[in-house]
């Protein structure tokens, strides 16, 4: 959809990491920022946008459905400030068990990540 300030907030195809290289590529150039739970894997691109793919591993969230809570938040925190990101390839990656996590915790945390990244 369209905001009224005319941001496009859609998170399409174009949005999203689909490829092995692509993630390779990304864990590869070695930067990453550090929060509470997630761990920010970001690489510049020559594209016009910021890219996401996301990785949660059954180690720190067991269950399918908390698995899939995780990614539904962090695909919908950056489909929210994609427009606002530099262009850089992002990969989210959980780093701590999510158990007693809040859904504000994790988006704060989401959020605190994007702002640190460098506006290059």
């Not at 692509?22 to 070695?30: G, H, K, L, M, P």
Request: glycine content about 4%.
């Amino acid at each position: 959809m369209t905001d009224p300030a005319g941001a496009d907030e859609r998170f399409l195809g174009a949005h999203r990491l689909h490829k092995t290289d692509e993630f390779s590529s990304v864990f590869a150039f070695r930067r990453a920022l550090r929060g509470r739970y997630f761990m920010l894997h970001y690489r510049p691109n020559a594209l016009t946008t910021a890219r996401l793919g996301v990785v949660v591993a059954k180690k720190l969230a067991k269950r399918a459905n908390v698995r899939n809570l995780v990614k539904r938040i962090a695909r919908e925190r950056f489909r929210r400030q994609r427009t606002v990101l530099p262009a850089h390839d992002l990969i989210v990656r959980l780093h701590a068990p999510v158990t007693e996590a809040s859904r504000a915790a994790l988006n704060q945390d989401l959020l605190q990540l994007f702002g640190r990244l460098p506006q290059t």
